[in-house]
């Protein structure tokens, strides 16, 4: 298994690990694409997004991955939308200076958090619905 998929899974299992102001079970996907029908709950969506990888000395590379966590609802208005914000802010806090034990005893560090824009404008006007992608950043060591 790809170490991106190992650090998707392992974001994917902290997410429903954790206990949230909002219920919902994280799914690991490649298109975090759902009807409108379905959107009354809920989704958060992990995908992985980049790899970079630099050499750190002669026998090792550093790789940074990057995992997107998508939260997707559908909201009736501001309040709705101010507590889904709230969530995105909490999921941000929780992998703050964490470590993540992959499958084969690796392990990824955390190194950053980007969540810009904090929520699509033109899926709240548009569809009514509430997205905001926060992309983790993890590091982690091989030969």
Do not use: C
């Not at 429903?16 to 996907?29: D, I, L, P």
């Amino acid at each position: 298994m790809s170490t991106i998929i190992k650090i998707a899974d392992g974001v994917r299992g902290e997410l429903n690990r954790g206990s949230w102001r909002e219920e919902f079970v994280a799914e690991r996907r490649y298109r975090p694409l759902y009807d409108l029908k379905d959107m009354k709950d809920v989704h958060v969506s992990v995908v992985p997004r980049a790899v970079t990888e630099t050499i750190q000395n002669r026998g090792r590379t550093q790789g940074d991955y990057t995992v997107d966590v998508a939260v997707q609802k559908k909201v009736a208005g501001d309040e709705q939308t101010d507590g889904l914000m709230k969530l995105v802010e909490e999921i941000a806090r929780h992998f703050r200076f964490r470590r993540l034990k992959l499958l084969g005893g690796e392990e990824a560090v955390w190194i950053g958090t980007i969540n810009m824009p904090i929520y699509a404008p033109d899926h709240l006007a548009e569809l009514g619905q509430f997205t905001s992608v926060l992309s983790l950043t993890f590091r982690a060591l091989s030969t």
